[in-house]
């Protein structure tokens, strides 16, 4: 069962608050694990009190489904970042991508049009989908990043994906033991952008 949660989780050391809400999909939603050892909040946990993470993440969801979801969610909690980890369902599940980069720039000018940061996570499907749409699509993200001018992770879990230990037994989700990694990478990349924290 897909699962809808808000966690309002507290961040950094400035004095002017500021919200980020990450919009995505299983990889954020701890699917398969419980939802105190997703690498959402093990980074909070890290994390001095100040700010809040949103956490709006459903297992399963499409960039169809976030697009359709993102309008509520900005108008409900005014964040000042939205980091999009959205797009990898699309992916396996064939949908076309055209489709996919169309609603991404959609969900990126919703956010710039309300004065709201977005965030980009790039996102890559296994070769087995095709060379050629699996190579389209992971370059969907850099290139919409380029166009909007706005900061992109680069997808680096393939590690993850190769290593037993860090892959539920269904092939796809990362494990218990693949959130500290996950959350230490996010982590990388969001501190010099969001100044969460003085120094690593």
Same mark, same amino acid.
């Given at each position: 069962m897909t699962r809808f949660f808000y966690l309002c989780l507290l961040l950094s050391v400035s004095t002017n608050g500021s919200t980020l809400l990450v919009l995505g999909d299983s990889l954020s939603a701890s699917y398969g694990i419980a939802e105190e050892n997703g690498w959402v909040h093990l980074l909070s946990k890290e994390l001095d009190p100040h700010h809040k993470i949103i956490n709006a993440s459903v297992s399963g969801d499409?960039?169809?489904n976030g697009l359709?979801? /993102?309008p509520k969610l900005l108008n409900q909690f005014n964040p000042d970042y939205v980091l999009i980890e959205?797009?990898?369902?699309?992916?396996l599940r064939g949908?076309?991508?055209r489709l996919l980069r169309a609603n991404i720039e959609?969900?990126?000018m919703m956010c710039q049009n309300k004065n709201i940061q977005p965030l980009l996570f790039g996102m890559e499907i296994p070769a087995n989908y095709g060379r050629r749409y699996s190579g389209d699509f992971a370059e969907i993200y850099p290139? /919409?990043?380029s166009q909007f001018e706005i900061p992109l992770m680069p997808f680096q879990?393939?590690?993850l994906a190769t290593t037993k230990t860090m892959i539920q037994a269904d092939g796809l989700h990362p494990s218990l033991e693949a959130?500290?990694?996950i959350k230490a990478r996010v982590k990388s990349f969001l501190t010099p952008i969001l100044q969460l924290i003085p120094s690593l």
């Open positions: 499409t960039s169809g359709a979801r /993102l959205l797009g990898a369902n699309d992916g949908h076309p991508l959609q969900m990126i290139s /919409l990043a879990f393939k590690d959130q500290t990694v």
